[in-house]
């Protein structure tokens, strides 16, 4: 664990993180919205936000100071992997103003060949962030945490072509990793009530991240819709 993990970290335990993001085709794909949520969010108890792309992190640096979680999803022909793929885009997030970047720590190919371990190091050597290792499976986790992730979370639990078949929150990955682990375990992803969210920190988690059923206003519109019209 980098030896400044604990700064960025400790706030975050036991409680509420909200995910800001919108689809890039959406109307509240801009930073101004964005910050607005967070702001929102934070006003209101959160204790930490998370934050794609380097021009929403820094609108958002100027309206809260909790920890923000930043990533730039980016992707690259013929690669899965687009949450922070290459080095230079964890830069530009830390340069944007975030506290501890989150990177898809799968084990599925990486631009340019970059490895999770390499990509770790850097970030804690060059930029003297923290690291978010997102994983799908318990293998994918232990070897994140053994290339020095400060934290892990289940974040992309059913949503790699290893797990496609599964849905989401991964509440057996997340009790796998909490018993196996000896970093941090957070949970994200598919967490769509307060009462699961509470479920998640009684099985251990860490802290919990919680997007869409708060922040989706475009996917929450569609739902309702997709079940009124049928």
């Known amino acids: 664990?980098?030896?400044?993990?604990i700064n960025s970290l400790t706030p975050l335990a036991d409680n509420l993180i909200v995910s800001c993001q919108a689809p890039a085709t959406s109307p509240l794909h801009d930073p101004t919205i964005i910050a607005a949520m967070a702001e929102a969010s934070v006003l209101n108890g959160a204790v930490g936000?998370?934050?794609?792309?380097?021009?929403?992190?820094?609108?958002?640096r100027s309206k809260v100071n909790v920890p923000i979680i930043g990533l730039w999803k980016r992707s690259h022909s013929g690669y899965e992997v687009y949450i922070t793929?290459?080095?230079?885009?964890?830069?530009?997030?830390?340069?944007?103003?975030?506290d501890i970047i989150a990177i898809d720590a799968t084990f599925r190919a990486r631009p340019q060949g970059e490895t999770v371990e390499n990509l770790i190091a850097r970030?804690?050597?060059?930029?003297?962030?923290?690291v978010m290792a997102d994983v799908d499976?318990?293998?994918?986790?232990i070897s994140a945490a053994n290339a020095g992730a400060d934290c892990v979370g289940?974040?992309?639990?059913?949503?790699?072509?290893q797990t496609e078949h599964l849905s989401p929150p991964g509440f057996d990955l997340l009790t796998q990793m909490v018993q196996q682990l000896n970093?941090?375990?957070?949970?994200?992803?598919?967490?769509?009530?307060?009462?699961m969210a509470k479920q998640a920190l009684e099985l251990g988690a860490y802290a919990v991240v919680v997007g869409t059923a708060i922040t989706g206003i475009d996917y929450q519109v569609k739902n309702y819709l997709s079940l009124l019209q049928n």
């Open 1 to 5: 664990m980098a030896s400044n993990s």
């Open 137 to 141: 499976s318990i293998e994918c986790a």
């Open 123 to 130: 970030i804690h050597n060059e930029l003297g962030k923290q």
């Open 85 to 98: 793929p290459q080095f230079e885009d964890a830069e530009a997030i830390a340069n944007a103003g975030a």
């Open 49 to 60: 936000v998370r934050i794609d792309t380097p021009s929403h992190v820094a609108a958002v």
């Open 183 to 195: 970093v941090p375990v957070i949970c994200e992803g598919g967490i769509a009530s307060p009462q």
């Open 154 to 161: 289940t974040t992309l639990y059913g949503y790699t072509t």
